[in-house]
Nanobody, 127 residues
Framework: QVQLVESGGGLVQAGDSLRLSCEASGRTFSDYSMGWFRQGPGKEREFVAAILWSQSSTVYQNSVKGRFTISRDNAKNTVYLQMNSLKSEDTAVYYC????????????????????WGQGTQVTVSS
């Protein structure tokens, strides 16, 4: 089992920045590729960003490329999502997820491939 706890959400204005954190406990964190997903009001949950278990690769949804950065610190069992230039359409509940050694863009962007999920953290961007 892997337990995931997100933090760092909040209410900000358009153009501001936030950094989300997701701390993992349980199994070996470095064995898991980590992803961030989000679910906006009245929308389905969607992929945002992911980082390979080996830290060698990242992938982003097109709408956040150049604004969001995913990173991980395996020594701290934590994955981060740095969000800059926030827009109102980024308003959502953000979830982190862990998938055992997901190794391709196809699997890293597919939420059904992730075994463990956090409870989510709310990000609200006012325009």
């Amino acid at each position: 089992q892997v337990q995931l706890v997100e933090s760092g959400g909040g209410l900000v204005q358009a153009g501001d920045s936030l950094r989300l954190s997701c701390e993992a406990s349980g199994r070996t964190f470095s064995d898991y590729s980590m992803g961030w997903f989000r679910q906006g009001p009245g929308k389905e949950r969607e992929f945002v960003a992911a980082i390979l278990w080996s830290q060698s690769s990242t992938v982003y949804q097109n709408s956040v490329k150049g604004r969001f950065t995913i990173s991980r610190d395996n020594a701290k069992n934590t994955v981060y999502l740095q969000m800059n230039s926030l827009k109102s359409e980024d308003t959502a509940v953000y979830y982190c997820a862990a998938g055992m050694r997901l190794g391709s863009i196809a699997t890293m962007t597919d939420q059904t491939r992730y075994e463990y999920w956090g409870q989510g953290t709310q990000v609200t961007v006012s325009s």
